[in-house]
């Protein structure tokens, strides 16, 4: 029997490791207000590292948000 990997558990609901969160619809306006990663992480609870990711991709659609 094959082992299930990291990933495999988490889409199967096992909750180990890292799971998927979407950019959240109001992050724009948030990101507005608090304007730093870890602020955005701690408004959020999640990973500093996910904050930083949605910022990242915030700013590629955007780049007028982030000034």
Do not use: C
Not at 37 to 59: E, K, S
């Amino acid at each position: 029997r094959k082992k299930a990997t990291t990933a495999t558990k988490t889409r199967a609901g096992a909750g180990a490791g890292r799971v998927y969160r979407k950019m959240p619809a109001d992050l724009a306006a948030v990101y507005q207000q608090i304007s730093t990663a870890a602020g955005i992480a701690d408004h959020y609870n999640v990973p500093r590292h996910t904050a930083q990711g949605w910022t990242n991709r915030l700013n590629k659609q955007n780049p007028t948000i982030g000034r």
